[in-house]
């Protein structure tokens, strides 16, 4: 494969994960979708304060914003995809919690492997963009 094709693939991958990103992000802003996501930290993650679950999602959402924002400028898309991929594994514990509580989250709760399958993908795909 040319440099040159997979320079435009790439940032093809950089632009999509920003766009996604940012609008998942801007989610975490909608009263309904903050409520259901608050939910979806597990028991043991949920405290008070500063670390309520509410401001946990709502600093989430920041950090995807600001993540997906990252990855459309070339200067900061490698630390942008590298923290984005540490977002991701970060955030798993409340999808996982979603997978085993399927009666409470509906179509919100993927399974459980599916799920972790397409958080593979997602940190593999960034870490194509952040190191080629």
């Known amino acids: 494969?040319?440099?040159?094709?997979?320079?435009?693939?790439?940032?093809?991958?950089?632009?999509?994960?920003?766009?996604?990103?940012?609008?998942?992000?801007?989610?975490?802003?909608?009263?309904?979708?903050?409520?259901?996501?608050?939910?979806?930290?597990?028991?043991?993650?949920?405290?008070?304060?500063?670390?309520?679950?509410?401001?946990?999602?709502?600093?989430?959402?920041?950090?995807?914003?600001?993540?997906?924002?990252?990855?459309f400028i070339p200067v900061l898309r490698p630390i942008a995809a590298v923290t984005l991929a540490v977002f991701l594994v970060a955030v798993f514990p409340a999808n996982a919690y979603a997978a085993a509580h399927r009666d409470r989250f509906g179509m919100l709760a993927i399974p459980l492997v599916p799920r972790a399958i397409g958080q593979i993908v997602l940190i593999a795909l960034l870490l194509v963009v952040a190191f080629g």
């Open 1 to 71: 494969m040319e440099p040159q094709t997979f320079d435009v693939i790439q940032l093809v991958i950089a632009v999509v994960l920003g766009a996604v990103f940012v609008l998942m992000g801007i989610n975490h802003f909608v009263p309904a979708s903050r409520r259901t996501m608050a939910a979806m930290i597990p028991p043991a993650m949920r405290f008070g304060g500063a670390l309520s679950p509410v401001n946990l999602v709502l600093f989430t959402g920041v950090c995807e914003i600001a993540g997906g924002v990252g990855l």
